[in-house]
Nanobody, 117 residues
């Protein structure tokens, strides 16, 4: 059974920081590209950051320079360090695991991030 479990969300003031974690089980983690997505109320889900099997990263323009995605294959965990948070970063953040090799795509249950002004 595949599970992606996010943690680390919460309420923070503008300018603050949070670190999200996503622990994966049931997959061969190192074979999966990992991503963070978010969905704000009334908006479509959008990609925030991603990291390939080899460690290459990609970011949405809105978070470049503020967010950092990383992975620890030994711990089957992907992280999202979020600094200089803004109210517009408020959303439910979802972890995603994707494999072209296995043609698989999995999602976590999401964790709420709320940034107060």
């Amino acid at each position: 059974q595949v599970q992606l479990v996010e943690s680390g969300g919460g309420l923070v003031q503008t300018g603050g920081s949070l670190r999200l974690s996503c622990a994966a089980s049931g997959i061969i983690f190192r074979f999966y590209a990992m991503g963070w997505h978010r969905q704000a109320p009334g908006k479509q889900r959008e990609s925030v950051a991603s990291i390939t099997r080899g460690g290459s990263t990609n970011y949405a323009d809105s978070v470049k320079g503020r967010f950092t995605v990383s992975r620890d294959n030994a711990k089957n965990t992907v992280y999202l360090q979020m600094n200089s948070l803004k109210p517009e970063d408020t959303a439910v953040y979802y972890c995603n695991a994707h494999s072209n090799l296995y043609n698989d795509d999995y999602w976590g249950q999401g964790t709420q991030v709320t940034v107060s002004s």
